[in-house]
Structures are given as C-alpha cells and as structure tokens.
C-alpha cells in the first residue's frame, strides 16, 4: 500500500490535484455502475440493483483509502454523533421527503403501484449517500481542512473550494441526457447543499448524518424530478 502513502503525501502538496483526481475517481465509478446497470438491467428494480451494488463497491474503495490515510477518526467514520445532529438532520429529512420525494409518490397509484421498482430506487439512492461523503468530505475537505485550518480564512476556503468540486461532480449529468440548464442548476444547488454537510462534519466531527440527509434527493433524481 505503498503507493497510498504516496498519494497522501501527494494530498499535501498538490491539494487541488488531489481534489481533481478524487473527483475524476467518483465520477468514474458513477459510470462504471452506469453502464453494467443499462447493458445488463432488465428492469427497473435489475438495473437499479445493479446500480446500487457499483455505488457500494466505490463507497468501500473510498473508505479503504481514508483508512490508510488514517483519517478515519479525524472526519467521524467511526463515531455516529449525538442526538443533536441527528435532530438536524432529522428536521432536514423531512423538509426534502416533503420537497423531493412526495412529489412522486403522489402521483402513485397505490393500488397499482410496483413497490419493488420504488423500493430499488430508493436503495439506490440510500447508496449514493456515502459514496459523495467520503470523497466529498472524507478526504477533499479533510485534506483542504489540514493545510489550512490554522485561520477562520482557511477554515473558509476550505470549504468553499470543497463544495466548487462537490456541485460541479454533478454537471456529470449532462452526460445522462439532462439539459444543460438544469444540470447546472443542480450542481448549484449541490454545491449550497455541501456547505451544510462541511459544518456538519466540522461541528460534529461525524461524516454519517450527511450522507444520510442527502438521499431524498437522490430518489428525486433518479425519479427523474
């Protein structure tokens, strides 16, 4: 795992890069679970599966690698935060079931209604969670955080910069067929949304409740809202 170290290393000295690279990586493993996921998907609740599992894979991988930075205990991997984030996040929940995902299931004829397809979407969205997290705030905010915390400007700066990579992973959408305008329109909400789970990792020290709070979204996504 020498080559780890060495990419650790490289987090220091070339933090943009780093951010680039691991953006790169995320967006990667998006395309891998993509496109088993549309060749071998048969239905919705197959190629959501499918889907899923890629998401998994990719969440683990990014875990291996906080790990051997050792940051683990650093961005809250292994803490899962007391009740008063978990009440914020609680209220957040709501507002975006309310705002991105009651509007499908409003429309859905319960007596009709494949729960298995909404299901397989929902678990989809669940998995994306963690898999934006870790790279997101488990290592590009961390990394940022470790050259530049020493002053309320560099707490900032990380943050900002941070969240610049988090909204703009999202234009990847474009390549999904969504249009233009509305992909950018995502990737800025994304981005306002990275601010939040930054202050969440910052102030709790716990890296869970943000990747839980961003799974309504998610559902809204792939739902096509």
């Not at 610049?164 to 949304?193: C, M, N, Q």
């Amino acid at each position: 795992m020498e080559g780890l170290g060495r990419f650790k290393r490289f987090s220091g000295k070339h933090p943009l890069l780093f951010a680039l690279v691991i953006t790169l990586l995320l967006l990667l493993f998006y395309i891998i679970a993509a496109i088993p996921a549309q060749m071998l998907g048969r239905s919705i609740v197959s190629s959501n599966l499918i889907e899923s599992t890629g998401r998994l894979v990719g969440s683990l991988l990014f875990v291996v690698i906080i790990m051997r930075f050792n940051w683990q205990e650093q961005i809250g991997l292994t803490r899962i935060g007391g009740i008063s984030v978990w009440l914020l996040t609680l209220a957040v929940l709501i507002y975006e079931v309310i705002t991105y995902v009651y509007p499908y299931l409003a429309e859905v004829d319960w007596a009709n209604a494949n729960l298995a397809d909404t299901a397989a979407v929902a678990l989809n969205a669940l998995m994306t969670g963690p898999l934006e997290e870790f790279p997101f705030r488990g290592l590009i905010l961390y990394a940022f955080i470790r050259l530049w915390a020493d002053s309320r400007e560099g707490v900032w700066k990380a943050v900002l910069l941070s969240t610049v990579f988090f909204g703009a992973s999202y234009l990847v959408h474009i390549l999904w067929g969504r249009e233009v305008p509305r992909a950018t329109l995502v990737a800025v909400i994304a981005g306002l949304g990275g601010i939040y789970y930054a202050a969440i990792l910052l102030r709790w020290q716990t890296i869970w409740p943000g990747g839980a709070a961003q799974w309504p979204q998610y559902f809204g996504i792939n739902c096509g809202l």
